[in-house]
């Protein structure tokens, strides 16, 4: 089985400044993948950046980096000069390559203050 | 390329009413995902297609819940007898069959109000 912890209910950044969102996963898997989704307050779930358990680099969107540290079996997101707009709900999930379903934590909230 | 669409966007119903969603993937997509979740919590799995066939269903889908996609495109999820604890968010996602990563694309979801 796989599980996703997110143990930031809420986070709050000041604009323009970095922010890391916290991800940790259990999974008995060799091979699967990490993602991070955005959900507004309009409710779609946006994707944002995806990390393969076999990926030596750490994979990066944009204002979105995903820092993976496969030992400590976390996949953290790190957001980067933040905008109004990214206040939303962020959620971690993770999935097993070329399989179906995904698995998601519970979710943070980031609030970005201007 | 016009995204998932999910219809309806809301539905309020009584308890013990059966009601219907519908989810149309992206045109090129052979697996469809339906997800529910409730406020403050991520979305729970609850079952998958990849083109007609249902390849998973979730502990979760009791025997109260039935989804199908017939014809491989678009597919429906219906709940009989409805009850309270039904009321969330059903979110629909699609995307290919690939041999690395599965991101998935999600409409933008039915809500559902069991009164």
């Known amino acids: 089985a796989q599980k996703i912890t997110q143990t930031q209910p809420g986070m709050f950044v000041q604009e323009k400044e970095a922010v890391t969102l916290d991800c940790t996963y259990d999974t008995s898997d060799q091979s699967y993948g990490l993602f991070w989704y955005k959900q507004p307050s309009s409710g779609e779930m946006i994707f944002l950046i995806y990390q393969g358990s076999y990926d030596e680099q750490n994979a990066t969107e944009g204002r979105y980096s995903l820092n993976f540290q496969k030992a400590r079996k976390s996949a953290n997101l790190v957001i980067s000069a933040s905008q109004l707009g990214d206040s939303a709900m962020y959620f971690c999930?993770?999935?097993?390559?070329?399989?179906?379903?995904?698995?998601f934590g519970d979710g943070t909230t980031l609030t970005v203050k201007p | 390329d016009t995204g998932v669409s999910q219809d309806p966007r809301h539905k309020i119903t009584k308890r013990g009413q059966n009601v219907t969603f519908r989810c149309d993937p992206i045109?090129?997509?052979?697996?469809l995902y339906w997800y529910r979740q409730t406020l403050g919590q991520g979305p729970e799995f609850l079952t998958y297609f990849q083109n007609e066939a249902q390849l998973e269903k979730s502990r979760l889908l009791s025997d109260r819940f039935s989804a199908e996609r017939p014809k491989g495109s678009f597919s429906t999820l219906e709940i009989q007898r409805t009850e309270q604890g039904d009321s969330a968010m059903y979110l629909c996602a699609s995307n290919r069959q690939v041999f690395t990563y599965n991101e998935q694309f999600f409409g933008p979801g039915t809500r559902l109000t069991v009164l």
């Open positions: 999930a993770m999935g097993r390559t070329n399989a179906g379903k995904s698995t």
């Open positions: 045109s090129e997509h052979n697996r």
